[in-house]
């Protein structure tokens, strides 16, 4: 339990250290911009593959893997849709950036894209603190953990560039960590209702990320004449998670 209230925290905790680290950084330049947003979708497709859309594979029927990352990216096509209703989230005056409204309509869509992915992870980790392999449980926490930090970090600058005010800024990002630590949570004290609904989670989830990243992520950072650099980012990104998967997944 203890432990399991820990590494919620720490997880959720993980993408509050890279809002704050995004703050000492929000007026990047484009080039370096590029690059962390390059190694950030890396993290992204990675996870995505390797913490869950293969996990969900583990529960043994590939339709509902598949039906779920179908549903995931078309719920997020979706709210493309719906992310003008969200201005007032933002503290953004609808009216007096007409002009800007597309720019925040993608950001708003790709924080909603990390908020919706966090809640599955969170509940992943929790259903291992929930069962008996606690260490496989804590290794799965820490990647997630990881993985957040450049999460956090490369949604505030966008956030900022569109106009939202700091201290919305910075609400908003957290509240992204704490739907992991409500995940988490939910995952340990509902394992086996969780257990049940996990591996359409996890697809769902996995399905939002990869529409983000090829939908968003790639196509900005590969808009400002450093897509080379974003790419090696990327692959980066990948390699890195890829080899912690490997040797402490």
């Known amino acids: 339990m203890y432990l399991a209230i820990i590494s919620a925290f720490g997880v959720g905790g993980a993408t509050i250290i890279g809002v704050t680290l995004g703050f000492l950084f929000e007026r ?40 779920g990352i179908i549903v995931g990216a078309l719920f997020l096509n979706m709210a493309d849709r719906l992310t003008p209703h969200l201005h007032h989230i933002t503290g953004v005056d609808q009216e007096a950036h007409v002009h800007g409204q597309t720019n925040l309509n993608k950001v708003m869509l790709f924080v909603m894209a990390i908020a919706i992915h966090n809640l599955p992870e969170g509940i992943a980790a929790g259903v291992g603190f929930g069962g008996s392999d606690i260490g496989n449980a804590i290794t799965v926490a820490f990647g997630i953990a990881l993985q957040n930090i450049p999460e956090g970090m490369v949604i505030v600058s966008p956030m900022i560039l569109a106009g939202v005010p700091k201290k919305r800024v910075f609400l908003i990002a957290s509240f992204t960590g704490m739907i992991e630590i409500v995940g988490t949570m939910i995952g340990y004290f509902a394992v086996s209702i969780a257990t049940a609904v996990l591996p359409f989670a996890l697809a769902f989830a996995g399905g939002t990320m990869i529409y983000v990243v090829s939908d968003e992520m790639i196509p900005e950072t590969h808009s400002h004449g450093f897509e080379r650099m974003a790419t090696y980012s990327l692959l980066a990104g990948f390699i890195l998670m890829l080899i912690m998967d490997f040797y402490i997944g």
């Open 28 to 67: 990047i330049p484009h080039r370096f911009n590029d690059v962390i947003l390059g190694f950030a979708a890396g993290v992204m497709l990675a996870a995505a593959m390797l913490g869950l859309i293969i996990p969900s594979l583990d529960y043994g029927n590939v339709w509902i893997t598949v039906v």
